[in-house]
């Protein structure tokens, strides 16, 4: 899911009740992030899914470095390492806040912080609050891929290697890459069409505009458009069959619509990459009109 804030804060009572009201402070409006809160984990398996996992395909990334009164390290070990895994995965949007007294040790004296230290928690969010808004973190935000906008293309005709023919309203989307320096492989599918998971044959790959192909590089910061849908008539050798029908491998096997009423229908695509776990978004078709939801 897109707009993702890793909120690494420390461990102890103080530092997560902090982090509670940061991360309603950011899901509440205007700003409708979602935010993990990270925690410690005493086992490999957790410290891999919910933390490692989380820290590596979140969008945004905010590290709270507090204070500690007790002998030795002042502050807390693991946030520390996160921020050092968080520059290592390539997090280009992140924000670093510190308390007066908190360590200035190790990766954090390399970087510059130009914000004043917080002296209290109510210090502490208004920070927060005011580099949110003024750096635009927002929800839509993807540093990997997102689903950017429906494009549609009137009277089109789209054949495949069985003899096929799909005439009608092509039903586009173009999916952008917004990392400055990754280059993402990406395939799209359908995963659910009106809450339901569809017959295996609707889950062929869908097609890149203007390619023969099903799966589609995109360069840092460059879009590519897939071919989701066909509205029209399907015409075989011997009928023409009107519906809205996926524009997929057709030639492996002839496919009916997906639909051919006029009611409310609600499409979910699936968009695998090489980089990330997998994004979905979702389409809704209403009085012949599409939208992404």
């Excluded at 809450?195 to 590519?224: H, M, W």
């Excluded at 008539?233 to 009928?239: A, D, L, N, T, V």
């Excluded at 695509?269 to 776990?277: M, W």
Aim: proline share 5%; net charge negative.
């Amino acid at each position: 899911m897109a707009g993702t804030v890793f909120l690494s804060c420390g461990q102890n009572d103080r530092e997560l009740k902090v982090a509670e009201r940061v991360a309603s402070l950011l899901r509440a409006a205007p700003f409708h992030l979602e935010v993990f809160i990270a925690r410690a984990t005493n086992n490999l398996y957790s410290l891999n899914n919910d933390v490692l996992a989380r820290l590596a395909y979140a969008d945004y990334f905010i590290f709270v470095n507090f204070h500690r009164e007790t002998e030795g390290f002042p502050g807390s070990f693991y946030s520390h390492q996160e921020l050092a895994m968080a520059l290592a995965l390539g997090h280009r949007r992140f924000l670093i806040f510190s308390e007066k007294g908190a360590p200035i040790v190790g990766i954090t004296q390399s970087i510059v912080q130009n914000r004043p230290c917080f002296s209290n928690d109510d210090e502490l969010l208004d920070q927060i609050r005011n580099d949110v808004e003024s750096e635009q973190w927002r929800p839509e935000y993807s540093r990997f891929l997102r689903a950017k906008e429906i494009v549609k293309d009137l009277n089109v005709t789209f054949g495949d290697g069985a003899g096929n023919l799909l005439h009608g309203t092509a039903i586009s989307v173009v999916i952008e890459n917004q990392s400055s320096d990754l280059q993402d492989s990406v395939i799209v599918t359908l995963e659910r069409l009106d809450g339901n998971k569809p017959d295996c044959l609707f889950r062929s790959p869908l097609k890149i505009s203007g390619q023969r192909r099903y799966d589609a590089t995109i360069p840092a910061e460059s879009s590519v458009i897939f071919n989701l849908l066909m509205e029209g008539i399907r015409k075989p050798p011997e009928q023409g069959e009107p519906g809205v029908f996926l524009v997929s491998a057709l030639d492996l096997s002839p496919l009916p619509a997906l639909f051919s009423d006029q009611e409310r229908h609600q499409m979910e695509f699936r968009l695998d990459a090489r980089t990330h776990r997998p994004i979905r978004f979702k389409l809704v078709r209403r009085n012949h009109e599409y939208a992404l939801a």
